[in-house]
C-alpha cells in the first residue's frame, strides 16, 4: 500500500505540473514583438484553466479550451523598450524586458547561419562596439518533423546584442538589423530559422505543394513510420574499402621523438592534387620547423591556418593543439604558452580528404602571431603520404532518406511554431543546394513566397531574396553555369508583389561558399527593406535590371530601369563580361559601350548577326563592373532564355523529342556530345557504373554534366534476363532473372549515388536494361519512384502527353538508319503532336548497335532548324514537363 500511495502522489504532482501555465519558446523574456499591430499571446495550461495577463495597467483574461490551449488578444503598440508582463493560473509567469519594434523572419542555409564568430577578424571593430540591447536574436535549433506542423521549440531564447553575445547572432542578419535600428530608431528582431546544406523544398509547408503532385506523393510516403526507418541511409551490401592503417599514426608522425624519413617538399597553401598527388584521397602529412623568437615564449600564441579540405588534426611540438573534422571552417587555433620553445618549433598537420582536391585553400590567411608580431606560414612543407584511400564504386553508403531535405520536414519544425507571432517581413538566403539542378527553383521560390505570406494571412508581405554570390573558379571563355541559371530563378522572384532580390555577384570568394563580408550583404538588404518595408520609395536598392534588347545592324541595344543616377563603369574600365551569340548560341565575348542614361550597345566583330546576349553568365565572374551610379551591380542575366509556356502540350510546341544514349560509350563523349553542343542541343546519356567508359572518363562525364546533359541510371552492372528468347550472350554474373528485388534496387540506388558524386545532382531517370522491366515477376521500378524521376523502357511507338506513364517512357532503338529516315521519324513526331525518344548505342562506332555519324549529324541539324516547332530536352526535363502538366 505503501508504494501505491507514492505512485498516486508523483501522479498528482505530475497533473499539477502539466496543469500549470507554459509559454511557448518565443514568449519569454526579452522578446520583440511586432509593433502597430493586434498581437496574441499564446500558450497552453491544464484545459478549462482561467488564465490572467497583465500588461501596461491592463488585464486581459481568458480559459483555456478543452486541449489546454488558450491565447490572449493584445491591442497594436508604438515602439518601446522596457516593458514587463504577468501571467497568471495555477503557477504565475513574469516575463521581462519586452520590446516592441519590427520583427524579421530570416531564413536559408549556412550563409544565414554563418556567424559573427566566424568573421571577428574581419569585423573586431563592429563586435567590439556591438552595444545594441534593442537588437535582439532568436536562434531557432536545428529540427526535422515529417509528420506535420510543431507548436513550439524545445529550446530557444531571446538574446541582446553585446560584444560578448553577438559572437552567436548570424553575421548577416546583425549587419541587416544594425542598419535598420540605426536608420529608424525601433528594436529590430531576428529569428534565424536556418540550416545549413538544405534545399529550399524542406522549408515549404503541405499547403504551399497543393500543385506540385510529385511532392504531395512524397510528403504522404514520409508520413508513413515503417516506410521512413526502412529509408533511413544505411550501408550498402557491397565490398568495402580494403581497411589500411594511417603509417602516420602507427609510426608517430606528430612525435618529437620522430625522425623523418622519406618526406617531400610541397607548397602551402595549394591542394596536392596540382603538385603530383593525383587523385589521391587519403591521409597525408606535412611538417614544417619553425623559428620563435624567445620573446614569444610564456604567451599564448594564436595560429591561423586558412582552410584546410577536409578534417585536420594539428600538432605543434608533438602536442594536439586541435582539430576540424569538415572543410569549412577557417583554422583558428590557440597554441597554449608552454608549448613553443625559443628557436626551432616542429608543426605537425595530419589532413583528411575523401572526395575532391584535398589541402589548404589558397588566398586564406596563413600565419601565427603574438600582439602585433606574426610569422608566415606559407611557403615550402614537407610531406608524406600515410594512407591511401582505394578506389571503390560502392564505398559510401546507399541512397536514404535525410530528414532535412525532405519536402516540409524543416517547415513543420523550424517554421510552424513561428505562425503565431506577427512579423514585418521575410528575409531568405538559399539556393547553394538547389544550384546543381536550378530549373525547378523556378516554380519552387514563388511557391514558398506565397506559401508563407499566406499562413501568416499577408499576401504582400515584404520579402528578401539574397542572390548567390560569386562563387568558384573562373572561367574565361563563356560557358554554361548553373549558379547562373539559379540566379536567373532567383530573379523570377521580382515578378511577385513587395519582393527584392539582393544582389551579391561583386561580395563572393571563389574558394569559399561562404563569403565573409557579410557587412556589405546586410547593408544592401536594409536598403531593399528601406524601399519595401518603411515605404521610403525614393531610395534606389537595386541595381541596373534589364527592361529591354532591340537589334540594330550588328549591334545589340539594352535598356534598363534601376539606373538612378544612370549605368557605369564602376572602376571606368571597359565593361566586362558581356558575351553575344547568333541563333547557334555560340557566345563570344563582346564590346559593351554605355550610350546613354540606361542604354548601352553590344557587339562582337566575330558575331555578324547578333541575336541574344549574355551578362555576367558565369559562376565566378570576379572584378564585375556594372554598376548604377547608387553604387549597386547588376545581377546577371541573358535574353536568350526561351519563354515556353508549361500550361501546354510539349510546352506550347507541336512535339517532343528526346535524344538518349545507353552503356556510356567512348563515342558518345568524343562523337555525340561535341555534336550536341555544338547546337545547344541536350542530351541524355544512360551511365552503367561499372562500364569502363564512364569509370576511366569520370572527368568527361562530369564535364558533360556541367554542360547540362544528363546523366542518367544504367544500373552498376547492366543486367538482362537471360530466360527470355535469344539472351544466350548474357553474362551469367549479371542475368536478371537471377536477381532478387532486393539486389537490383541497391544496384539502381548505388548507381544514384555515384552519379550524385559526379554530377552533384540528386534527381534523374532511369533506363531498363535491354528494356527489362521485372525481377521475380515484380515490376522493379515499382519500389523505386521515390529515388527516380521516370524510367525508359525500349518501345517503338509515339505518344500523345496525356497516354503516358512517366515511369515507362516509349523509345526507338536505332540501328543503322540514315538520317534522312531519322529525319522523317520526327516529322511524323510534329504531325502527330506526339513525343518522340531515340535510343542511340554507337554513334560513329564501338557498339554492333549503330548510327553512322553522318546521320546523327543530319538529325541534329534538322531538330536545330526547327527547334520553334520542337520541344527538345533531357529525359529528365520531359519527364518534369509530362508531371507537371498531368498534375
Known amino acids: 500500500m505503501k508504494s501505491f500511495y507514492t505512485f498516486v502522489a508523483c501522479l498528482a504532482l505530475a497533473l499539477s505540473v502539466r496543469s500549470q501555465i507554459r509559454l511557448p519558446k518565443l514568449i519569454s523574456d526579452h522578446m520583440v514583438l511586432q509593433r502597430d499591430q493586434p498581437l496574441k499571446i499564446w500558450g497552453w495550461a491544464s484545459p478549462k484553466e482561467k488564465v490572467e495577463l497583465s500588461f501596461n495597467k491592463k488585464t486581459f483574461k481568458t480559459t483555456t479550451n478543452p486541449n489546454g490551449q488558450w491565447e490572449i488578444q493584445l491591442p497594436a503598440q508604438s515602439a518601446g523598450v522596457g516593458f514587463d508582463m504577468v501571467l497568471k493560473g495555477k503557477n504565475q509567469i513574469i ?57 513550439d521549440f524545445p529550446t530557444g531564447k531571446w538574446i541582446q546584442a553585446n560584444p560578448k553575445d553577438v559572437l552567436s547572432f548570424g553575421a548577416l542578419t546583425f549587419y541587416f538589423a ?22 529550399i523544398e524542406a522549408w515549404i509547408s503541405e499547403s504551399g505543394y497543393k500543385d506540385f503532385g510529385d511532392i504531395q506523393k512524397i510528403i504522404s510516403q514520409n508520413k508513413d513510420t515503417s516506410f521512413v526507418n526502412a529509408s533511413s541511409i544505411r550501408p550498402m551490401a557491397m565490398p568495402n574499402r580494403p581497411k589500411v592503417q594511417d603509417a602516420g599514426l602507427v609510426e608517430h608522425w606528430e612525435s618529437v621523438d620522430y625522425q623523418p624519413k622519406g618526406w617531400r617538399s610541397i607548397n602551402i597553401p595549394g591542394y596536392w592534387e596540382d603538385q603530383g598527388l593525383k587523385d589521391l584521397n587519403g591521409v597525408v602529412w606535412f611538417r614544417r620547423e619553425f623559428e620563435v623568437p ?15 579540405v577536409d578534417a585536420d588534426e594539428m600538432y605543434v611540438n608533438g602536442k594536439k593543439i586541435g582539430n576540424i573534422t569538415y572543410q569549412y571552417p577557417p583554422r583558428r587555433y590557440e597554441i597554449p604558452a608552454e608549448v613553443l620553445k625559443e628557436g626551432k618549433n616542429t608543426f605537425v598537420i595530419r589532413v583528411t580528404n575523401t572526395a575532391g582536391k ?3 585553400v589558397p588566398d586564406k590567411p596563413y600565419f601565427m602571431t603574438v600582439i602585433n608580431e606574426q610569422i608566415d606560414l606559407k611557403g615550402t612543407w614537407q610531406y608524406k603520404v600515410g594512407e591511401v584511400y582505394q578506389p571503390s564504386a560502392w564505398a559510401g553508403v546507399g541512397g536514404g532518406l535525410v530528414k532535412q531535405n525532405q519536402p516540409t520536414a524543416l517547415y513543420n519544425a523550424m517554421i510552424a511554431p513561428i505562425l503565431p507571432l506577427k512579423i514585418k517581413g521575410f528575409v531568405w538566403y538559399q539556393g547553394e543546394t538547389n544550384a546543381g539542378r536550378p530549373e525547378p527553383y523556378d516554380a519552387l521560390l514563388p511557391a514558398l513566397i506565397n506559401d508563407w505570406r499566406a499562413l501568416w494571412q499577408s499576401p504582400t508581405h515584404p520579402f528578401l531574396v539574397v542572390q548567390l554570390a560569386n562563387f568558384q573558379d573562373i572561367n574565361y571563355t563563356p560557358t ?3 549558379w547562373a541559371r539559379l540566379r536567373e530563378s532567383q530573379n523570377k522572384a521580382l515578378t511577385l508583389p513587395n519582393t527584392a532580390v539582393t544582389v551579391t555577384i561583386d561580395l563572393g570568394e571563389w574558394n569559399d561558399i561562404h563569403p565573409l563580408n557579410k557587412k556589405d550583404i546586410g547593408k544592401r538588404l536594409a536598403l531593399a527593406a528601406s524601399h519595401l518595408a518603411y515605404g521610403e520609395k525614393d531610395i ?40 553575344v551569340a547568333d541563333y547557334d548560341k555560340k557566345f563570344v565575348w563582346a564590346n559593351a559601350k554605355i550610350i546613354g542614361k540606361d542604354k548601352m550597345e553590344v557587339w562582337a566583330e566575330t558575331v555578324k548577326h547578333p541575336k541574344y546576349v549574355r551578362y555576367a553568365w558565369q559562376d565566378n565572374p570576379e572584378g564585375v563592373n556594372f554598376y548604377n551610379s547608387a553604387g549597386l551591380p547588376a545581377s546577371p542575366f541573358r535574353t536568350d532564355a526561351e519563354n ?10 507541336k512535339c517532343a523529342v528526346v535524344l538518349t544514349y545507353d552503356d556510356a560509350l567512348n563515342v558518345h563523349l568524343d562523337y555525340a556530345i561535341p555534336q550536341l553542343d555544338s547546337l545547344s542541343l541536350k542530351g541524355t546519356f544512360y551511365i552503367a557504373g561499372a562500364f569502363p567508359g564512364f569509370k576511366n572518363r569520370m572527368n568527361d562525364w562530369k564535364k558533360a554534366a556541367n554542360r547540362g546533359h544528363e546523366l542518367g541510371n544504367h544500373t552498376l552492372f547492366h543486367p538482362c534476363d537471360a530466360s527470355l528468347p535469344n539472351r544466350t550472350w548474357v553474362n551469367p554474373e549479371n542475368d ?32 531498363f536494361t535491354c528494356g527489362d522491366t521485372k525481377v521475380g515477376g515484380l515490376e522493379f521500378m515499382n519500389e523505386l519512384k521515390n529515388d527516380l524521376s521516370g524510367a525508359r523502357a525500349v518501345r517503338a511507338r509515339m505518344q500523345k502527353i496525356q497516354e503516358i506513364n512517366p515511369y515507362d517512357f516509349d523509345s526507338y532503338m536505332i540501328n543503322g538508319q540514315t538520317g534522312q529516315q531519322l529525319i522523317e521519324l520526327v516529322k511524323q513526331a510534329v504531325n502527330e503532336g506526339k513525343l518522340l525518344v531515340f535510343l542511340f548505342h554507337g554513334v560513329g562506332g564501338e557498339h554492333s548497335l549503330n548510327v553512322s555519324l553522318e546521320a546523327h549529324r543530319a538529325l541534329l541539324r534538322y531538330l536545330k532548324e526547327n527547334e520553334k516547332d520542337i520541344y527538345i530536352d533531357t529525359m529528365l526535363g520531359v519527364t518534369e514537363h509530362v508531371k507537371g502538366f498531368k498534375k
Request: with cysteine; net charge positive; charged share 25%.
Open 294 to 308: 624567445k620573446s614569444w615564449l610564456g604567451k599564448p600564441v594564436k595560429l591561423y591556418m586558412g582552410r584546410i
Open 736 to 767: 536478371l532473372s537471377k536477381y532478387t528485388l532486393k539486389r537490383i534496387t541497391d544496384e539502381i540506388r548505388l548507381t544514384n549515388t555515384l552519379l550524385e558524386s559526379v554530377d552533384g545532382k540528386k534527381q534523374r531517370t532511369f533506363a
Open 540 to 579: 534606389e536598392y537595386s541595381g541596373p535590371v534589364l527592361k529591354s534588347q532591340t537589334i540594330e545592324n550588328d549591334k545589340i541595344i539594352l535598356t534598363f530601369d534601376h539606373v538612378s543616377g544612370g549605368i557605369m563603369s564602376k572602376d571606368a574600365e571597359p565593361l566586362r563580361w558581356f558575351s
Open 480 to 482: 554554361e553555369s548553373s
Open 95 to 151: 516575463l521581462k524586458n519586452i520590446a516592441f519594434g519590427d520583427v524579421w523572419l530570416c531564413s536559408g542555409q549556412s550563409n544565414m547561419v554563418l556567424p559573427m564568430e566566424r568573421v571577428k577578424e574581419k569585423y573586431f571593430e563592429d563586435i567590439a562596439n556591438a552595444n545594441y540591447p534593442d537588437i535582439r536574436n532568436f536562434f531557432v535549433q536545428t529540427l526535422t518533423d515529417l509528420n506535420g506542423p510543431k507548436d
Open 644 to 653: 515556353l509556356d508549361e500550361s501546354k502540350p510539349w510546352k506550347g510546341k
Open 358 to 360: 584535398g589541402g589548404f
Open 178 to 199: 544594425r542598419d535598420l535600428y540605426e536608420k529608424y530608431k525601433v528594436p529590430i528582431g531576428i529569428i534565424n530559422s536556418s540550416v545549413g546544406g538544405t534545399p
